[in-house]
């Protein structure tokens, strides 16, 4: 199997995972994720200097959950309605708030 056959693999299987419609959707999805990527890459020191924490310290690793993580998820949504994929991130979203909703909500008997 060529290099490229196999790159077409993993494309169509991540089509297939995520239900999208083209092989160029699964492209600018993986573009949103890098620029996504690139972004926090960028901000993320700046805003926890800002916070005049150590790196690698316990305050440090709270401070990345409590305000880069979420920052993550919003550049998704901003990087997915510059490429047209909004839709696709919002679901993705949406099913992440229901999952850690269902951490915090009881279960019936």
Do not use: H
């Not at 299987?13 to 620029?35: D, M, N």
């Not at 316990?58 to 909004?86: C, D, H, S």
């Amino acid at each position: 199997m060529s290099e490229s056959q196999q790159k077409e693999g993993f494309l169509k299987r991540l089509q297939t995972k995520w239900k999208l419609e083209s092989l160029f959707q699964v492209v600018l999805v993986l573009i949103v994720f890098a620029c996504t990527g690139f972004t926090i890459l960028f901000i993320k020191n700046p805003i926890l200097d800002f916070f005049g924490v150590e790196k690698g310290g316990f305050v440090n690793t709270v401070l990345y959950l409590l305000l880069v993580l979420p920052l993550y998820q919003i550049f998704l949504l901003i990087y997915g309605f510059i490429f047209g994929q909004f839709q696709f991130f919002w679901e993705k979203e949406k099913q992440i708030f229901r999952r850690i909703g269902s951490l915090f909500t009881k279960k019936k008997a």
